[in-house]
C-alpha cells in the first residue's frame, strides 16, 4: 500500500499515514521488527529521440551500402548481361579476379560442405549458390529455378569499398565496410560481358577491340577511371592507362573535398556514382559537366541532367535520390582500422610524429585527426611535386589531400602473399612509403629536412596511422 502510494501522484494523504504509521510501530517496542520498505525501481530512462533516430539511418546506411543496386540491374543485366557471363564463372575464378565471399551469410551446412570438398569450387553452379545466398559482397544477382542460370545481375558500393578479413579462406571472410577492395579487377570482371555495345557507345562509339584489348585488360586490379566516362581520356600522356587506385570508404569524417581529385561532399559524390557510373535509376544534376572542353563526353551526353529512366527509356522513380542521407551517415560512421600492435616500431612512431609535424612538413597539409587539410583540401600537382593529369579531370583541376588513417588497408590481401601495398598516390605510382617520403624531400619548395633516423622513423609513424 505505501509503495504503491509512493509512485501515485498527488498521493500526500497515503504518503503522511504511511509515515505516521511508521513512527507508530517504532515507538511501540512490542510491534516487531519494522517491515523493510520496498524500493522504488529506477524508471529506465527515456530513449534521446535523436539518438534512436541514428541508430535507425545507420542501419538503413548499412543496407544501402551493401545491398542497393538502385535498379542498376535495367544496366548491367540488360545492356551488359553480365547475368549471362557470371553464371558461367566457377567460384575459383571468381575470387581471383577480387570477388569476396562473405563467410557469415553462408548457413552452417555450406561452411562444412566447403571444407569438406563437397561443394565444388571450380564448379559454376556453386558461384550461383552463393549469389542465391547474398554472399558475394556488392553483388546482387537472383539464380533462375534451374540453379544453373541468373535471372538477373546488379552491383552495390560494397563491390569496389569492402572487402573480407580472409577468416575462413582467403577471400573468404567477416565483411569489412570501408576498405578498398585492391585485389578486384573490374576491368577484368566488366569484359566478361558478352555485350559491350552500352559502353561502347557511352564512349562516344569506340570499337569493341579497343574497350576490351586496350583499355579494360589495361586497368588492373584495386583500380577503376571514374572519369572516362566524361572525358574520354582512357590514357595517360605516356600512354599507360588513366585509372585511380579505389579509395578507403572509412576514415572520411571530418574531410572537406572527396575523391582524389575533390569532386564534392561525399553526399555529391555518391549521387555520381549510383547514378552515372552504376547506372542506377536517379537523378543527377551537375552543371560543372556542361564544361565541353573539360568534360566533352559528359557534355554531349547532357549527363549533368540525368533524370531517372526505365530499361526502355520512359521516365520511372528516383530510387537514389531518398538513399543519400542514410548512406552518407553511414560512411561518416566508418572509422579508419587501426593497424594490428607489432606491425610497427611503436617508439619509432612516436618520434616519427615529431617529423610528420616537423621537419618533414607533412603536417602543413594532412593536418590531425582527419590527416586532410582542415578547410579547402586541394592542392596543385605542383605543389605535390607531380603532373597535373588526373587534377585536370576534375573541376577544381588539383589534387586533394588523402586523409592517411588505416594506410595500412592499402594492400593487395589475396593475390599476391605476403600482402604488398598496391600503392600510393591517386595512381599507386609510389610502389612503398620509403618512395613517397623520398618524393616529398626532392621537392625544393617544401623545403623537407630529414636528418639521421627521421625517414625510418616517419615511415613507421605512417604505418601507425
Ligand atoms: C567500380 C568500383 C566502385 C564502385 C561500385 C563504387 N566506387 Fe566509390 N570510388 C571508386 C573509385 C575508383 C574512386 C576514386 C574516384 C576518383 O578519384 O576519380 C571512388 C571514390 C569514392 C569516394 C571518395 C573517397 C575519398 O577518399 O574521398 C567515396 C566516398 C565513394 N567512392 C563512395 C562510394 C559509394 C557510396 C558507392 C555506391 C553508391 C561507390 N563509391 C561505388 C570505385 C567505386
Ligand atoms: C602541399 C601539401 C602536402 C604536403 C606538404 C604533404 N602532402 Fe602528402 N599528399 C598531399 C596530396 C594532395 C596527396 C594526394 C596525391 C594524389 O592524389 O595523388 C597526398 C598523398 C599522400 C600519401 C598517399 C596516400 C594514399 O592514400 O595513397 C601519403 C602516404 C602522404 N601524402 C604522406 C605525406 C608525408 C609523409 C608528407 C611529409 C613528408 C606529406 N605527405 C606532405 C598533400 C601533401
Same mark, same amino acid.
Given at each position: 500500500? %505505501?509503495? $504503491? @502510494?509512493?509512485?501515485?501522484? +498527488? /498521493?500526500?494523504?497515503? !504518503?503522511? #499515514?504511511?509515515?505516521? &504509521?511508521?513512527? =507508530? ?100 553452379? %556453386?558461384? $550461383? @549458390?552463393?549469389?542465391?545466398? +547474398? /554472399?558475394?559482397?556488392? !553483388?546482387? #544477382?537472383?539464380?533462375? &529455378?534451374?540453379? =544453373? ?115 564534392? #561532399? ?200
Amino acid at each position: 500500500m %505505501s509503495a $504503491i @502510494a509512493f509512485r501515485t501522484r +498527488n /498521493a500526500w494523504p497515503f !504518503v503522511v #499515514a504511511a509515515a505516521l &504509521a511508521a513512527c =507508530t510501530a517504532s515507538k511501540n517496542d512490542n510491534a516487531g521488527p519494522t517491515p523493510t520498505p520496498t524500493p522504488t525501481p529506477t524508471p529506465a530512462p527515456t530513449p534521446d529521440p535523436i539518438k534512436t533516430a541514428a541508430d535507425k539511418t545507420f542501419d538503413e546506411g548499412q543496407q544501402i551500402f551493401r545491398f542497393d543496386t538502385f535498379g542498376d540491374e535495367a544496366f548491367w543485366t540488360g545492356k551488359l548481361r553480365m547475368n549471362e557471363a557470371i553464371a558461367k564463372v566457377d567460384p575459383t575464378t571468381a575470387l581471383s579476379v577480387g570477388l569476396k565471399v562473405d563467410a557469415e551469410a553462408l548457413p552452417a551446412a555450406v561452411v562444412a560442405g566447403i571444407k569438406s570438398g563437397a561443394i565444388s569450387l571450380t564448379d559454376p553452379k %556453386s558461384t $550461383i @549458390a552463393l549469389l542465391g545466398l +547474398n /554472399a558475394v559482397v556488392g !553483388v546482387k #544477382a537472383v539464380p533462375d &529455378a534451374s540453379g =544453373t542460370g541468373l535471372t538477373s545481375f546488379g552491383i552495390t558500393c560494397a563491390l569496389c569499398h569492402s572487402t573480407v578479413d580472409n577468416s575462413f579462406a582467403p577471400g573468404i571472410g567477416k565483411r569489412l565496410d570501408g576498405w578498398p577492395n585492391r585485389d578486384l579487377n573490374v576491368g577484368a570482371i566488366v569484359n566478361l560481358s558478352p555485350d559491350l555495345s552500352a559502353v561502347e557507345a557511352s564512349l562516344g562509339g569506340i570499337a569493341d577491340d579497343t574497350l576490351r584489348n586496350l583499355v579494360l585488360t589495361k586497368w588492373g586490379p584495386g583500380k577503376f577511371d571514374a572519369e572516362v566516362f566524361l572525358d574520354g581520356r582512357a590514357f595517360k600522356p605516356d600512354g599507360t592507362t588513366a585509372t585511380t587506385l579505389i579509395p578507403p570508404a572509412f576514415g572520411l569524417r571530418g574531410v572537406n573535398l572527396h575523391t582524389w581529385n575533390g569532386w564534392g #561532399a561525399i553526399t555529391q559524390w555518391n549521387a555520381f556514382v549510383a547514378v552515372l557510373e552504376m547506372h542506377g535509376q536517379g537523378n543527377y544534376t551537375d552543371t560543372r559537366l556542361d564544361d565541353a572542353a573539360k568534360f566533352p563526353l559528359a557534355a554531349a551526353n547532357k549527363l549533368g541532367h540525368t533524370t531517372p529512366k526505365d530499361a526502355a527509356g520512359h521516365p520511372a522513380p528516383d530510387l537514389v535520390t531518398s538513399k543519400l542521407g542514410a548512406l552518407q551517415f553511414y560512411q561518416l560512421a566508418l572509422e579508419a582500422p587501426k593497424p594490428a600492435a607489432g606491425s610497427f616500431d611503436a617508439a619509432a612512431a612516436v618520434r616519427g610524429e615529431a617529423v610528420f609535424n616537423g621537419g618533414g612538413k607533412c603536417a602543413t597539409c594532412h593536418m590531425a585527426p582527419t590527416f586532410s587539410d582542415s578547410g579547402w583540401n586541394m592542392h596543385t600537382g605542383a605543389e605535390i611535386g607531380i603532373d597535373e593529369f588526373q587534377a585536370s579531370r576534375s573541376p577544381d583541376g588539383k589534387y586533394r589531400t588523402s586523409p592517411l588513417r588505416g594506410l595500412f588497408a592499402h594492400d593487395l590481401f589475396t593475390s599476391q602473399k605476403p600482402a604488398v601495398s598496391s600503392g600510393y598516390y591517386h595512381d599507386g605510382r609510389f610502389a612503398t612509403l620509403k618512395d613517397v617520403v623520398d618524393h616529398y624531400a626532392a621537392i625544393p619548395a617544401l623545403a623537407v629536412s630529414l636528418q639521421g633516423t627521421d625517414e625510418a622513423d616517419l615511415i613507421e609513424y605512417l604505418k601507425s596511422l
